[in-house]
């Protein structure tokens, strides 16, 4: 297999990251070449970047590339990502992973195995592990089914309020209908306020966690562990 090779906007990209702010190094690559991650570690030795910051950001790159997010009326409802990790994932490597999920997403999940595939599910959240030509492939993917709900009933309520409105306006008892229309427009204001406000917030913080974790498991065993922010969301 060809080795990765990193063209110039993505190796600003992964010396960005790598840095966190810092000035990243400069150096004018023919786009038909590009570097592979050695080339790219060599370079960032030059200024003092660790090579395994380099890989973790070049890691997280191609997984960022690969994301999956599912949407309803421009709302985030799903998040998924797949890292294919060019190696075979060891029975204690998992088992450290089920731990760390436990841990980041605050639930204890169910393990199964089938065979060479493995995962862990806690109601719409599930990582699976399965074998490729290569080693092995990690897919991270959750819905959130709470959210999708209410989108739904919101939107219905919202259309039985414009329909009550035209049939209470057709028969002239606008007045004496209103209170009733007037409560189901609220409602459905509500449910859908609440989805604007949280799916966005609640689909940035799964994105990140999935990367955080997925690319700890794509660098070599022993590489700095991964930064993984606090789960403060109730939904899968």
Known sequence: MAERRYDDGEMAAIFRAATEGQQPPTREVPPQEGMTLAELQAIGQEVGIAPDAVAQAAMGLDIQRGAVSRTLFGLPIGVARTVDLHRQLSDSEWERLVVQLRETFNARGVTRSDGSLRQWTNGNLQVLLEPTDHGHRLRFGTM????RA???????????????????????????????????????TALLARSVIRLPGWARLRARQMEALATHMALPPGAAPAQLPPDDSKSS
């Open 144 to 147: 959130n089914s709470q959210g």
């Open 150 to 188: 209410s989108i739904g009933v919101g939107l219905v309520a919202m259309a039985m309020t414009v329909f009550m409105t035209i049939s209470a306006v057709a028969a002239g008892n606008l007045g004496s209908a209103f209170p009733g229309i007037a409560l189901i427009g609220v409602m459905s």
